[in-house]
């Protein structure tokens, strides 16, 4: 069996949200005031919880993570 994914922070939700909307790093910090440095360091931890390695599949994981799980 596949390990459960890990949580996301809030805030690491909350970016990964904002750049699967097509903003960038810059955009995300500037609307969360927080630094491009800090956005690229949250969504650097969120791509290995989220299993995934590029930005353009961001969307697809939120989604997926989203959905509730069903009983086995």
């Known amino acids: 069996p596949s390990a459960a ?3 996301l922070t809030w805030q690491e939700r909350r970016v ?3 750049a699967a ?3 960038t790093n810059k955009e995300i910090g500037e609307q ?3 630094s491009p440095r800090t956005v690229s360091a949250h969504l650097y931890r969120a791509f290995p919880k989220l ?3 590029t930005r ?3 969307r ?3 989604t997926r ?3 509730p799980t069903p009983a086995p």
Do not use: F, H, N, Y
Request: aromatic fraction near 0%.
């Open 21 to 23: 909307g097509g903003l």
């Open 60 to 62: 697809d994981a939120l």
């Open 32 to 34: 969360m005031r927080l």
């Open 65 to 67: 993570i989203s959905q």
């Open 5 to 7: 994914p890990l949580p």
């Open 51 to 53: 299993g995934i390695t």
């Open 56 to 58: 353009a599949a961001l």
């Open 16 to 18: 990964a949200e904002l």
